[in-house]
């Protein structure tokens, strides 16, 4: 089973790489975490938001595959930590591979909304997108942790 954080952009600041590389590389090896940038919509540059959205949408589910999705939404659900652990627990029972989705500045196509199975919300408050997957990546690894029995989560 793999995890994958599929998100928009391609140029991440070097802490969000260190941040999202420090929580990958602590993943079990029968459990990878990985990420795949996808561009940002061409029609972005002329001003065409929706359609920028729209382009990016279709990258994104292009590049999730045959994974379970679940779309990072401010109007999704929040999870606890035991929420997805739960689920992560499902998925590895299954064997199948969980994909999530972040959207670029302007969220999530409607697209990848309909085509996900679960909408996450990570909090009412707005973050910057490309903090949104280190936020995840540590999530993941605490899901994990508390699963295995592992000290790291303590809540």
Known sequence: MRL??????????????????????????????SLRAVDA??????????????????????ATGAARRIALDEGGRAWS??????YLD?????????????GGADGLHRDCLAAAERRWSLSPLTLPHMLVR?????QLYRAWTLLSGHPYHRG
């Open 90 to 102: 499902d998925a590895m029972q299954q064997g199948q591979d969980l994909a999530f989705m972040i």
């Open 41 to 62: 919509g061409a029609a972005r540059r002329g001003g065409d938001w929706q359609r920028a959205r729209a382009q990016e949408g279709e990258a994104l589910l292009a």
């Open 4 to 33: 994958q954080i599929v998100a928009v952009g391609r140029r991440a600041p070097d802490w969000i790489e260190t941040g999202f590389k420090t929580f990958a590389q602590r993943m079990p090896a029968h459990l990878p975490l």
């Open 81 to 86: 930590t035991r929420d997805l652990a739960d």
């Open 134 to 138: 280190v936020v995840v990546a540590e």
